[in-house]
């Protein structure tokens, strides 16, 4: 959001990353932290789903498999990192200039959010 202020703050004399440093700075911070979110709210899920796949001794059925928490919670945190991995790429590679990816890049990151909390219930 401080990327969409950028004129704003930087006439008002407000102090903001993209302002001290610039949107490119900015803009590789959100990268970097919307993708090591990903990163890090897909890591428990994904390793549920990894040893429950190894523990299985005979060839789990499609549906079973489906059934269980750790595929649900494993799509929906991925999907949530798939999703905010897209649009930081988006920000990022527009250095935050563009205000209609920026707000598109905001309004998916709560969708993302929501669905990584779906991925701990």
Request: net charge positive.
């Amino acid at each position: 959001m401080d990327i969409n202020d950028f004129d704003a703050d930087k006439h008002s004399g407000i102090e903001t990353v993209p302002g001290k440093y610039g949107r490119s700075v900015a803009s590789g911070i959100v990268f970097g932290s919307w993708i090591l979110s990903g990163i890090f709210v897909s890591i428990g899920p994904v390793s549920n789903l990894a040893r429950y796949i190894l523990e299985q001794k005979t060839r789990v059925p499609f549906f079973k498999f489906i059934q269980q928490a750790s595929f649900r919670q494993s799509l929906l945190a991925v999907s949530g990192a798939i999703m905010l991995g897209r649009r930081a790429f988006q920000v990022r590679n527009h250095e935050g200039i563009r205000h209609d990816i920026n707000d598109t890049a905001i309004e998916e990151c709560k969708k993302a959010v929501l669905l990584y909390l779906a991925a701990f219930i």
